[in-house]
């Protein structure tokens, strides 16, 4: 068998006997809760004591040791005022039909009855002259066509039904062996023997079939009951000693009945049966499960019976078991009494189950939602019970809510010290209640935990949510600033503003300041001095907050510049700004001239480096407009931070003074610009003398001199270098295209070595000889060109000029074309195009309107 609970008294069984418990390793959610039923029946169970009971929706029927039935609600009230007396001695078992109008009794004395509940019309009394252990009564007995049957169990099972002037009495079987137990259903009847389980159809009067015990050593039909319990008209559910079995009555296949005539309609099929390690006292269903009142097999230390117990199992395939509850029932008297002492009957409809002793009714019924969720909040399972009301209907809630629930789940938390999981509940549960929140918040004060509630506190930031107290963001706050410092500094920038009192806040924390506790850290005072900076700025205070935030060295006060678009101070933090990070800063000062350099380099005069930096970037993005006015500034800084740079600034810049610049250069003897700067103002003798003498670049040298382009330049380079070996090679080998190479050898002394000079003259050569290659070609081209520009000039003055009919003479204003011109017409023609007579220009040679001197074009 497997187990999968745990085991302890039922809560519900309060003074249901003594008060020990059963401790188990894990407790699991029971099934079932429990009640004690008193009012009248607990009186009279005072005097007398139970031995059997039968159910109905309507009432409970108890039958008595001495007798008597008592009929009760399910309270435990008397139904009637006087008890029903019927027998003299125990009753054996209860019989009741469909309706509750007629109940049925037997008793050891032989007697058997059936009593009316409204009348006694249909009442009947027989007297069978032997002990009756059982009878059940027709469940359609309320019906006039019914025949008003009944069958009673002894040694032999009879069926006794009214007929019209009398009752008539008839076996329906020998019993094998004493008949213990009789169920009636529809149209099944079960009943158990000593043998066996035997299932009859009433209305085929046949049997289904004889079911025979097992062989047991503990099968004593007089120690042990059999239990029967139909859960429907085709399900019984069968307990007998420590054995349970559930049959289903179907109908057989067509075909299997077509094979044998003789066979029943009906068969009976086992479908469960497994074995338990305790007697078994009754049963019932639950549902897919079963229930089972058991009797522990062992006695306790001082010999007497344990404490019955009610499981909860779930019948596998196979034979085995699932026990999903077990519950041990406290009952007034349980160590005297016998595993035949016990009953248990139920309301199948409802899911409700009778237990009975001889001095004890106890009700159990299933866990509803609020029993669920209370049994869960008393074991402290608050995830679990959280589950249930969420998921549950509203309708089925009577005594819990969520809101409830999940207070409870709170402060078990809080309790717990689980403060963080106690504030993530929160959200799940207040929702959008800001009088929930703000009882909550005090909780959390309470325990001095506001800082695990501040990250789910609502904040309003969004459409539909809700802001609380500003009072409460306070407390908060508060707490922050006593205990955690960094954390407030967070809070403070995400917090809006909006949902407290700023200047509440700011004296806290310039108290909280000036009572300059030794044991803080430097980095916890100043995260408190940075929330102070940014709670200045949510009051606009920019000038303070952002000089607080640069004595910080908060590199986010850049950001904020330029969020708050808050300029006015940056004169006087400059310094400071470009100390703490000098490429935002100078990024910061240029964006859209926000500050003009005119204002900011007086400030940062007294530190070189810092307006080195920023003259440097103004240089590269303004060099010809603002940044030309601080030229003469930079020549020294780049010298100073930046010479691999000076030259170039010295090539583009315009502005600066040339002879200081010199200066500065000559005075750390920077050989290059001072070069640049010789030549830029003419002393290009000089430059070339820097250049062979200092420098000794003899590439450079020639470079300079190709530049300036200057006879005498060369000259004075020649004189200087031509005694030096490696110089004369390289110039013999270079200038061969530049100079005439007559000069540079006359200047080269006999007997000097020059190292590759075989190398050098054959290259001077080829290059002497290439120019003047060139130079023939140039000039082949140049005669070529001008004899044909000569012939196309011919040629276009030679051109005839269209004169048109209607040209008219400058002069006389006659027409210049006449069709029969006569000795002395002829027709003079001018490059303006102007036209006249011959005889009109009286000698002149030129254009008398256009006044300037013009060739004449003869047509």
Not at 673 to 686: A, D, Q, W
Not at 842 to 848: E, P
Request: glycine share 4%; hydrophobic share 35%.
């Amino acid at each position: 068998m497997e187990k999968t609970s745990g085991q302890k008294p039922p809560a519900a069984d309060d003074d249901v006997g003594d008060d020990e418990e059963i401790d188990s390793s894990e407790e699991i959610e029971p099934k079932l809760k429990y009640a004690r039923i008193t009012n009248d029946l607990q009186n009279i169970l005072c005097k007398d004591a139970a031995s059997s009971i039968a159910v109905h929706p309507k009432f409970l029927c108890i039958g008595s040791h001495w007798g008597a039935l008592h009929l009760f609600d399910h309270q435990g009230n008397s139904v009637r005022s006087h008890e029903l007396q019927m027998h003299s001695v125990e009753v054996n078992q209860i019989s009741i039909d469909e309706h509750g109008d007629h109940i049925a009794s037997c008793s050891t004395d032989g007697k058997v009855y059936i009593n009316g509940f409204y009348s006694n019309e249909n009442a009947q009394k027989i007297d069978l002259d032997s002990c009756v252990k059982c009878v059940a009564i027709d469940p359609l007995y309320y019906k006039s066509s019914s025949g008003k049957r009944f069958i009673t169990g002894d040694q032999r099972l009879m069926v006794h039904e009214k007929t019209f002037l009398s009752r008539r009495s008839t076996l329906l079987a020998e019993a094998e062996g004493s008949v213990n137990n009789i169920k009636w259903c529809g149209r099944f009847v079960a009943w158990a023997s000593s043998v066996g389980l035997r299932v009859y159809d009433i209305e085929a009067r046949c049997s289904l079939g004889l079911i025979k015990w097992p062989k047991s050593p503990d099968a004593h039909p007089e120690r042990f009951r059999c239990n029967l319990f139909w859960k429907d008209v085709h399900t019984l559910l069968v307990s007998w000693v420590d054995s349970v079995r559930v049959f289903l009555v179907r109908r057989r296949n067509p075909a299997e009945v077509a094979e044998n005539r003789d066979l029943p309609d009906y068969k009976v099929e086992q479908i469960y049966q497994f074995r338990t390690d305790f007697y078994l006292c009754g049963i019932a269903p639950l549902d897919s499960h079963l229930v089972l009142l058991g009797y522990p097999k062992e006695r306790d230390e001082d010999g007497k019976a344990q404490r019955p117990q009610l499981y909860v199992v779930e019948p596998k395939v196979g034979g085995d078991y699932d026990e999903l509850s077990t519950d041990c029932l406290s009952l007034r008297g349980y160590q005297q009494y016998s595993c035949n002492d016990y009953h248990l009957d139920c309301l199948v409809e409802e899911n409700r189950f009778f237990i009975v002793s001889p001095k004890d009714v106890v009700v159990a019924s299933p866990y509803d939602v609020d029993d669920r969720i209370q049994w869960l909040i008393e074991h402290e399972r608050y995830e679990a019970a959280m589950e249930v009301v969420t998921n549950a209907d509203k309708k089925e809630l009577r005594r819990h809510t969520l809101i409830d629930v999940g207070h409870s789940y709170i402060d078990y938390l809080l309790s717990k010290a689980c403060y963080n999981e106690a504030a993530m509940l929160c959200v799940k549960i207040l929702g959008q209640d800001q009088k929930l929140w703000e009882e909550e918040v005090f909780k959390f004060a309470r325990h001095q935990q506001l800082r695990a509630l501040s990250p789910y506190l609502p904040r309003g930031q969004t459409h539909g949510t809700i802001k609380l107290n500003p009072h409460v963001y306070e407390m908060v706050l508060y707490e922050y600033i006593k205990t955690d410092h960094k954390g407030f500094l967070n809070l403070v920038k995400e917090l809006p503003s909006s949902l407290y009192n700023l200047p509440a806040i700011v004296n806290a924390v310039m108290e909280h300041l000036l009572q300059n506790k030794p044991h803080e850290r430097k980095e916890e005072m100043q995260e408190l001095l940075e929330a102070l900076a940014i709670l200045y700025l949510h009051q606009k205070k920019f000038s303070k907050a952002f000089c607080m935030l640069v004595k910080l060295k908060n590199v986010e006060v850049f950001a904020l510049i330029k969020q708050h678009k808050h300029y006015d101070c940056l004169l006087d933090i400059a310094v400071q700004l470009m100390e703490l990070d000098a490429g935002k800063a100078t990024a910061l000062f240029l964006e859209q001239n926000k500050v003009p350099p005119s204002a900011i380099v007086p400030v940062l005069e007294q530190n070189k480096y810092l307006l080195f930096l920023y003259l440097d970037a103004l240089e590269r993005r303004d060099g010809k407009s603002a940044g030309k006015k601080f030229q003469h500034l930079l020549v020294e800084l780049y010298a100073e931070y930046a010479k691999d740079r000076l030259l170039s600034f010295l090539r583009h810049g315009d502005q600066y003074p040339i002879e200081t610049a010199l200066e500065i250069c000559q005075k750390r003897k920077f050989y290059p610009e001072m070069v640049y700067l010789l030549g830029r103002i003419g002393k290009t003798r000089e430059a070339l003398a820097l250049i062979v003498e200092e420098l000794q670049d003899i590439r450079q040298a020639v470079e300079f001199c190709m530049e300036h382009n200057d006879q005498e330049l060369w000259e004075e380079m020649i004189e200087k270098t031509v005694q030096k070996p490696e110089f004369a090679s390289y110039l013999l080998e270079k200038t061969g295209t530049c100079i005439d190479p007559q000069m540079l050898i006359k200047r080269i002394e006999n007997g000097c070595s020059i190292p590759g000079l075989k190398k050098s003259l054959v290259k001077l050569l080829c290059d002497y000889q290439l120019q003047v290659s060139v130079q023939d070609g140039c000039k082949k081209i140049l005669v070529a060109d001008y004899f044909n520009l000569h012939k196309r000039q011919v040629a276009l003055q030679m051109r005839g000029v269209h004169v048109p009919e209607d040209c008219l003479c400058a002069v006389c204003s006659r027409p210049c074309i006449v069709k029969n011109p006569g000795h002395g017409d002829g027709l003079m023609v001018f490059y303006c195009r102007h036209s006249y007579h011959e005889q009109c220009l009286s000698g002149n040679i030129s254009c008398i309107v256009c006044q300037p001197t013009r060739r004449l074009l003869r047509p």
